[in-house]
């Protein structure tokens, strides 16, 4: 299963982008990357995915490295509401419910 | 249309007895995914069911069960309640091999 590497924690201001770094040197060809986010005390929630190419969509846009070793999920413009902690899984097409989440980034936005 | 329901919400056991947790599923969706959260080991992966059958399975001992019914509900079981096992529990539905749309999960605290 691939592994994934991410800043325990990052800060940002209102109104300004945030780029949410995500390592995963050891993923498979077939593996897709997703991002999840978890607000306080919700469960967590689905923000976007890629394969090989660039992803957009109203939350976030998702850049990936032309290598796959490594990916960013970006805020455009970072809200309150965008403080949580954001999760990059590889997901495997095939049998991907067995997941490693790790623990994530905490991201604290202020304002 | 409604979101996936976890009861109960908050539960005190103490160390030896069982638990049954319960998990409802979005309308349509055919599998349900249990995960549980600490704040050490983040989320871990419990089991998946589909279609009332166990697809995957996490590195969890044979103290956590689950089982899924015809109408898609699922529960899952700890027995022998240890003090290790107080943690927030997560269930996620989805189609198939899609998106996850988690509940708030279940409280556990191990007395």
């Known amino acids: 299963d691939a592994k994934t590497t991410q800043p325990n924690s990052m800060e940002s201001n209102e109104e300004e982008p945030v780029h949410l770094p995500c390592n995963h040197s050891?993923?498979?060809?077939?593996?897709?990357i997703h991002w999840y986010r978890q607000l306080p005390s919700q469960g967590p929630e689905y923000v976007i995915h890629?394969?090989?190419?660039?992803v957009n969509n109203r939350m976030a846009s998702l850049a990936i490295a032309e290598d796959r070793k490594s990916s960013t999920l970006i805020l455009h413009r970072a809200t309150l509401r965008d403080a949580a902690v954001y999760y990059c899984?590889?997901?495997?097409?095939?049998?991907?419910?067995?997941?490693?989440w790790g623990l994530g980034t905490s991201l604290a936005v202020n304002p | 249309k409604a979101g996936v329901t976890q009861t109960p919400r908050y539960l005190i056991k103490t160390r030896g007895q069982q638990v049954t947790l319960s998990c409802s599923p979005i309308?349509?969706?055919?599998?349900v995914s249990w995960y549980q959260q600490t704040p050490g080991q983040g989320l871990q992966f419990l089991f998946e069911?589909?279609?009332?059958?166990?697809?995957n399975k996490g590195n969890f001992p044979g103290r956590f069960s689950g089982r899924q019914f015809s109408n898609s509900r699922s529960e899952m079981n700890v027995s022998t309640l240890e003090l290790g096992d107080s943690a927030l529990y997560l269930c996620?539905?989805?189609?198939?091999?899609?998106?996850?749309?988690f509940g708030e999960g279940s409280r556990l605290t191990v007395l």
């Open positions: 899984i590889p997901q495997n097409a095939g049998n991907n419910r067995k997941l490693i």
């Open positions: 890629g394969l090989t190419s660039n």
């Open positions: 050891t993923i498979s060809g077939t593996d897709y």
């Open positions: 309308s349509g969706h055919r599998s």
């Open positions: 996620a539905s989805s189609l198939d091999t899609g998106e996850l749309f």
């Open positions: 069911y589909f279609s009332e059958t166990q697809r």
